[in-house]
């Protein structure tokens, strides 16, 4: 489904060269669920960010689906309508009502009528529990509504594979779970997904693999009842210790 | 403390200060011998006007009918053929059965025309629109082009924009007119409206430049990985949410335009600041009218204000 070969992102700056991600290579194989987890810093971020395109890697391939985004000849944009991206600070577009925000994108890349588009927002709207909202502007939901529409709005596309990254960082403790069940819900329905997070519990209870990033490579891949109660690597141990 | 801040001192201080301001001024007139005649200003507005009926062959006067206030007048000429004239009743210059000459007058109809102030206006009102369409559009395309990665169409936007803020828009004016109106042989209003849309442009690029890079970029990054293209980000989703944040500085920009089109008066487009002194140049009303123009502009300014503000409330919705 997705594998990602010796990827490298440089960020050079005026303060010198990042290499963000160094070398990372990985495959995620249909409805697995992936979580990377690793410090702030680690390019878990930055490597999510190149599998749909957001930022153009320096070397390696990736290949979705047996396209190649390194290619030159890709059509970036029909790799994106495939990859949904969910996002750390939810990026709905405040201009919109919540249902407009599901059925743009359809529309205008899908090439859905108005009719079905509607149709299939207000199943995803049910679906995540936020149907009764369907007509308000964004600005009138809560943190926890707005990213669910916002994973509604990803999944509006059909897309094969859903990228997460840190999805719930910038809520408001109580409203957490309520993405987090939504994502859990996504998982169990066979979805393919790869999470970048902080949330160790949802890692443990759905994830099938936990990739552990440090300085841009990735130090540590295993199950999660390997890696949480058992990891090889120092760094991770030291990690754990931190966060858990 | 006490809580409740009164405000009406602050009114009353507001109130004598503008008081005080209009009494000085008038004492200040009061002091220079000047002989104020606006009853002469409205029939420059409008007047009544004067068009001489004369009969388009030799002959004679047949009946004269009074109708209301007008004449009708039948003229037959020396084959028997009859026109009607009609006339103001107190016009009349001929009576029934009076041979007269071709060409000579029958007596003088009147209708109202607009006069120089309201065409003046009129002029000011579309060259400015025009401009101000064009000045959008430019505006538009090179505030795009200056955020593009393209580094040709940066470097001609920001050449483009430097150079009109860097000269006064007189001197554009003059050389549009005399030197490429003169070149390329381009008449008096092109080259007006053409150097107005030139320098709003330059400014309004500017301002939507700041407006969509005031949209944060996590927008983009939504609606790219939805696989939208960069055109439909910008159409749908960048451009909606900059032009409500950029309201206020573009209107602002547009009743400067409307001011600003009083510079054309200099390449002899009859604006209304070119009607005012043609105005006075035959009256000598020189107070009267440039307060009666500078008016107009202010009505002008202010309605498309209110409208701005209008529009302000109806997009504020999704806020």
Same mark, same amino acid.
């Given at each position: 489904?997705?594998? !990602?070969?010796?990827?490298?992102?440089?960020?050079?700056?005026?303060?010198?060269?990042?290499? !963000?991600?160094? +070398?990372?290579?990985?495959?995620?194989?249909?409805g697995?669920?992936?979580?990377?987890?690793?410090?702030?810093?680690?390019?878990?971020?930055?490597?999510?960010?190149?599998?749909?395109?957001?930022?153009?890697?320096?070397? =390696?391939?990736?290949?979705?689906? =047996?396209? @190649?985004?390194?290619?030159k000849?890709?059509?970036?944009?029909?790799?994106?309508?495939?990859?949904?991206?969910?996002?750390?600070?939810?990026?709905?577009?405040?201009?919109?009502?919540?249902?407009?925000?599901?059925?743009?994108?359809?529309?205008?890349v899908r090439?859905?009528?108005?009719?079905?588009?509607?149709?299939?927002?207000?199943?995803?709207?049910?679906?995540?529990?936020?149907?009764?909202?369907?007509?308000?502007?964004?600005?009138?939901?809560? +943190?926890?509504?707005?990213q669910r529409?916002?994973? !509604?709005?990803?999944l509006?596309?059909?897309?094969?594979?859903?990228?997460?990254?840190?999805?719930?960082s910038?809520? @408001?403790?109580?409203m957490?779970?309520?993405?987090?069940?939504?994502?859990?819900?996504l998982?169990?329905?066979?979805?393919?997904?790869?999470?970048v997070?902080?949330?160790? +519990? %949802?890692?443990?209870?759905?994830?099938?693999r936990?990739?552990?990033?440090?300085?841009?490579?990735?130090?540590?891949?295993?199950?999660?009842?390997?890696?949480?109660?058992?990891?090889?690597?120092?760094? !991770?141990k030291l %990690?754990?210790k931190?966060?858990? | 403390?006490?809580? /409740?801040?009164?405000? &009406?001192?602050?009114?009353?201080?507001?109130?004598?200060?503008?008081?005080?301001?209009?009494?000085?001024? &008038?004492?200040a007139?009061?002091?220079?011998?000047?002989? &104020?005649? &606006?009853k002469?200003?409205?029939?420059?507005?409008?007047?009544?006007?004067?068009?001489?009926?004369?009969?388009?062959f030799?002959?004679?006067?047949?009946?004269?009918?009074?109708?209301?206030?007008?004449?009708?007048? /039948?003229?037959?000429?020396?084959?028997a053929?009859?026109?009607?004239?009609?006339?103001?009743? *107190?016009?009349?210059?001929?009576?029934?059965?009076?041979?007269?000459?071709?060409?000579?007058? #029958?007596?003088?109809?009147?209708s109202?025309?607009l006069?120089?102030?309201?065409?003046?206006?009129w002029?000011?009102?579309?060259?400015?629109?025009?401009?101000?369409?064009f000045?959008?559009?430019?505006?538009?395309?090179?505030?795009?082009?200056?955020?593009?990665k393209?580094?040709?169409?940066?470097?001609?936007?920001?050449i483009?924009?430097?150079?009109?803020?860097? /000269?006064?828009?007189?001197?554009?004016?003059?050389?549009?007119?005399?030197f490429?109106?003169?070149?390329?042989?381009?008449s008096?209003?092109?080259c007006?409206?053409?150097?107005?849309?030139?320098?709003?442009?330059?400014?309004?690029?500017?301002?939507?430049?700041?407006g969509? $890079?005031?949209?944060?970029k996590?927008? /983009?990054?939504?609606?790219?990985?939805?696989?939208?293209?960069?055109f439909?980000?910008?159409?749908?989703?960048?451009?909606? $949410?900059?032009?409500?944040?950029i309201l206020?500085?573009?209107?602002?920009?547009?009743?400067?335009?409307?001011?600003?089109?009083?510079?054309?008066?200099?390449?002899?487009i009859t *604006?209304?600041?070119?009607?005012?002194?043609?105005?006075?140049?035959?009256?000598?009303?020189?107070?009267?009218?440039?307060?009666? #123009?500078?008016?107009?502009?202010?009505?002008?300014?202010?309605?498309?204000? $209110?409208?701005?503000?209008?529009?302000?409330?109806r997009?504020?919705?999704?806020d």
């Amino acid at each position: 489904m997705i594998k !990602a070969k010796n990827v490298v992102k440089i960020f050079s700056g005026r303060s010198g060269v990042v290499r !963000a991600v160094d +070398g990372v290579s990985t495959e995620v194989a249909r409805g697995e669920v992936v979580v990377v987890i690793g410090p702030s810093g680690s390019g878990k971020s930055t490597f999510l960010r190149c599998i749909n395109g957001l930022e153009t890697f320096t070397e =390696g391939h990736i290949i979705i689906d =047996g396209v @190649d985004l390194a290619d030159k000849k890709t059509n970036i944009n029909k790799v994106r309508a495939e990859v949904g991206m969910v996002f750390q600070q939810f990026n709905l577009f405040p201009h919109k009502t919540v249902l407009e925000n599901l059925t743009l994108a359809q529309i205008r890349v899908r090439k859905r009528s108005r009719k079905e588009a509607e149709d299939n927002a207000l199943m995803l709207l049910k679906k995540v529990g936020i149907s009764e909202k369907a007509t308000e502007y964004p600005s009138r939901l809560s +943190g926890g509504q707005q990213q669910r529409v916002a994973i !509604a709005r990803a999944l509006a596309m059909d897309p094969k594979v859903m990228l997460f990254d840190e999805p719930t960082s910038a809520l @408001d403790p109580e409203m957490v779970g309520e993405v987090l069940d939504v994502m859990k819900q996504l998982a169990r329905e066979g979805m393919t997904m790869i999470v970048v997070t902080h949330e160790m +519990g %949802f890692a443990r209870e759905v994830a099938d693999r936990v990739i552990f990033m440090d300085e841009g490579r990735v130090v540590e891949v295993g199950t999660p009842e390997h890696f949480f109660t058992n990891p090889r690597e120092e760094r !991770a141990k030291l %990690f754990l210790k931190q966060v858990l | 403390m006490n809580a /409740t801040n009164k405000t &009406w001192p602050w009114r009353l201080l507001l109130v004598v200060i503008l008081l005080g301001v209009a009494a000085g001024t &008038w004492g200040a007139i009061m002091k220079i011998d000047y002989q &104020w005649r &606006w009853k002469r200003v409205p029939q420059y507005f409008m007047y009544q006007a004067e068009i001489p009926q004369k009969i388009p062959f030799d002959g004679r006067v047949g009946a004269i009918v009074q109708n209301g206030k007008e004449m009708r007048v /039948t003229l037959i000429s020396e084959e028997a053929k009859k026109v009607v004239r009609t006339v103001a009743a *107190d016009s009349l210059k001929v009576s029934e059965g009076e041979d007269l000459f071709i060409g000579d007058i #029958v007596g003088f109809s009147k209708s109202w025309r607009l006069g120089p102030l309201t065409l003046g206006l009129w002029t000011t009102l579309w060259l400015s629109a025009i401009s101000s369409v064009f000045a959008l559009f430019l505006g538009l395309i090179t505030g795009i082009a200056r955020v593009s990665k393209n580094i040709t169409l940066r470097g001609l936007a920001m050449i483009y924009v430097e150079c009109i803020r860097g /000269t006064p828009l007189l001197v554009q004016i003059f050389i549009a007119y005399f030197f490429l109106g003169t070149v390329f042989n381009l008449s008096r209003n092109v080259c007006g409206i053409g150097a107005l849309a030139l320098f709003a442009g330059a400014y309004v690029a500017e301002i939507v430049r700041a407006g969509v $890079q005031g949209i944060p970029k996590g927008q /983009t990054e939504a609606a790219r990985s939805l696989g939208m293209t960069a055109f439909q980000t910008m159409k749908d989703i960048i451009l909606p $949410q900059a032009f409500k944040k950029i309201l206020p500085p573009l209107s602002g920009q547009f009743i400067s335009l409307i001011k600003d089109s009083s510079l054309v008066s200099v390449i002899a487009i009859t *604006d209304l600041t070119k009607s005012g002194r043609e105005i006075i140049t035959s009256t000598f009303a020189t107070f009267e009218v440039w307060l009666i #123009v500078a008016a107009m502009y202010l009505l002008v300014t202010s309605l498309l204000s $209110q409208l701005v503000f209008y529009m302000e409330r109806r997009l504020a919705v999704s806020d």
